[in-house]
């Protein structure tokens, strides 16, 4: 998440920091069991949000969040998944690859307090790219901004052509089932 106060890296699991090739500190953290499938709908664009329960994160990491939250800075703030194969010991290994760009749209604290002290957890709503496509006054982008607005999400990825293929739609005829 680059959040106003800085970059925040999360790596999914449980241990200390991990610090890689670049010197960047990624700090663990815990996704919830139905993580994994609600990444992969928000990648193929079955999912008009990602929410994300993030839990096990350390106090310092918390606070810099809070902080931001309290600002009112969070909001819009970009958020990346990155995935990384690992060898056989489980170390990183080649270069990260961006899976997943979006904005966080919402983020709510919840925290929990027993003997062992406080527990919080942080859950993140991040819109993606296909939630992107209206504008805030409601209207839809045209062919040219939503290239460009695919281009800036998802530079790796080819041109994003769906504008131009719905007007040839409106004469076909949608035949289902067809026995």
């Given at each position: 998440m680059d959040l106003p106060s800085g970059t925040i890296r999360f790596w999914d699991g449980s241990g200390g920091p991990f610090v890689d090739?670049?010197?960047?500190i990624y700090r663990s953290?815990?996704?919830t069991e139905d993580a994994l499938a609600q990444i992969e709908a928000a990648i193929n664009?079955?999912?008009?949000?990602?929410?994300?329960?993030l839990s096990g994160i350390d106090v310092d990491t918390s606070n810099k969040v809070w902080e931001d939250y309290q600002a009112g800075n969070i909001?819009?703030?970009?958020f990346r998944i990155l995935?990384?194969?690992c060898d056989d010991r489980e170390q990183p290994v080649g270069?990260?690859?961006t899976k997943f760009t979006g904005t966080v749209s919402n983020l709510n604290f919840v925290d929990q307090a027993s003997d062992t002290g406080i527990n919080s957890t942080i859950q993140v709503d991040v819109a993606n790219r296909f939630t992107l496509r209206s504008v805030t006054n409601g209207?839809?982008?045209s062919d040219v901004d939503q290239r460009a607005r695919a281009k800036v999400l998802n530079p790796a990825l080819a041109d994003d052509r769906f504008c131009e293929r719905i007007p040839g739609l409106k004469d076909r005829t949608i035949r289902w089932p067809n026995w």
């Open positions: 090739a670049d010197g960047e953290c815990v996704l664009a079955e999912a008009f949000t990602l929410s994300l329960v909001v819009g703030s970009p995935l990384q194969k270069n990260p690859i209207s839809v982008l």
